[in-house]
């Protein structure tokens, strides 16, 4: 049953005392996942990363597992003015901040019991300079993962980029490949383009499906930002938005073990701001029916009831270490 708004709140509000920063399992009827504390999906380690299950029935097979066999990689990057390409990386040491990781972890808390969704969980990490929080979030009839990703800067920042970015490998364990057939862009009515009415942009998708098994796995996001997506020919390391920004370095269309990412640019930031993106991981059976989530018409530089509420608790986080 969905919960209302303000139960959201007391959720925050009550859960908030006794967080914990154990990776949080997340499972619904088609999706499994694993929040780690470094801010990804899986923890390059343990069972699941992304598991889909296209019947519905929550029967998970761990050996189509999309981001845990292999060099697993999920990922987020961010680039500011001044400040080189930092990440967090699921292979990573989670929170390593100086390491590997160049967010440390501040918590990790599982929201599902109070949330308007069945699964929801909250990572929040930074470091001296910016604040970052992610949303993960679905419904149990889901075949998408919805992340809102909230970022706050602790001093003036300009030229804000970030990324998300994905080896998709769905094939990798069970039958021995991690080649994907991987598209930007989604052409619905299959005249050569992706910028008819119906299709889905070049700008807004990149997906792949497993060369096998034809499992899919995309990025989406209609954000109001300047965004792009791309492919990467480096399948495990390539996080970095100007990549993605840039339309990757595969052209529109790739068949290999390659790797997939989406990119904003979100602009500047004064000390104690805040701005957050909407985006997300779909699947589904095909590419043509693929979950796509619908498209808020919301002010990209307006804060979202959920930001205004990760920011309050991320003012209850800084009093309470007070």
Same mark, same amino acid.
């Given at each position: ?107 990790? =808390?599982?929201? $599902?019991?109070? *949330?308007?969704? !069945? ?5 929040? %990490? &930074? #470091?001296?300079?910016? /604040? ?19 970022i706050t800067a ?27 057939n991987n598209q ?46 791309? =492919?990467?020919? $480096?399948?495990? *390391?390539?996080? !970095? ?5 840039? %339309? &990757? #370095?595969?052209?529109? /269309? ?22 957050s993106v909407d ?44």
């Amino acid at each position: 049953m969905k919960k209302s708004i303000l139960t959201i709140g007391v959720g925050l509000a009550l859960t908030f005392s006794g967080s914990s920063m154990a990776n949080i399992l997340l499972s619904g009827d088609f999706i499994q996942t694993q929040i780690s504390d470094d801010g990804t999906l899986g923890d390059g380690s343990s069972d699941p990363g992304l598991v889909y299950d296209s019947t519905g029935t929550g029967t998970f097979n761990s050996n189509y597992d999309y981001v845990a066999p292999g060099t697993p990689f999920e990922a987020f990057g961010i680039r500011y003015d001044g400040s080189g390409l930092l990440d967090n990386d699921n292979s990573h040491t989670a929170g390593s901040v100086g390491s590997s990781d160049d967010f440390a972890l501040t918590s990790l =808390i599982d929201f $599902s019991s109070s *949330s308007v969704y !069945d699964n929801h969980a909250i990572w929040s %990490g &930074g #470091n001296s300079v910016l /604040s970052i929080t992610h949303n993960f979030f679905f419904n149990d009839e889901d075949e998408r993962i919805n992340i809102t990703s909230l970022i706050t800067a602790n001093t003036d920042i300009t030229g804000l980029l970030f990324s998300r970015a994905v080896d998709p490998d769905p094939d990798s364990r069970a039958h021995g490949t991690a080649d994907t057939n991987n598209q930007r862009g989604i052409d619905n009515n299959a005249d050569g383009d992706a910028v008819d009415p119906g299709d889905v942009a070049v700008e807004n998708f990149v997906g792949s499906l497993g060369s096998v098994s034809g499992s899919p796995l995309g990025l989406f996001a209609d954000s109001g930002f300047t965004q792009n997506t791309g =492919i990467s020919g $480096s399948c495990c *390391s390539t996080i !970095d938005p100007l990549t993605y920004l840039g %339309g &990757g #370095n595969l052209g529109d /269309s790739s068949i290999g073990d390659h790797g997939i990412g989406i990119a904003f640019i979100l602009g500047d930031l004064l000390a104690g701001q805040s701005i957050s993106v909407d985006y997300a991981y779909v699947m589904g059976g095909s590419l043509a029916t693929i979950d796509l989530p619908p498209t808020p018409v919301v002010d990209a530089t307006a804060p979202s009831t959920i930001s205004i509420m990760l920011l309050s608790l991320s003012g209850l986080l800084a009093f309470r270490r007070k």
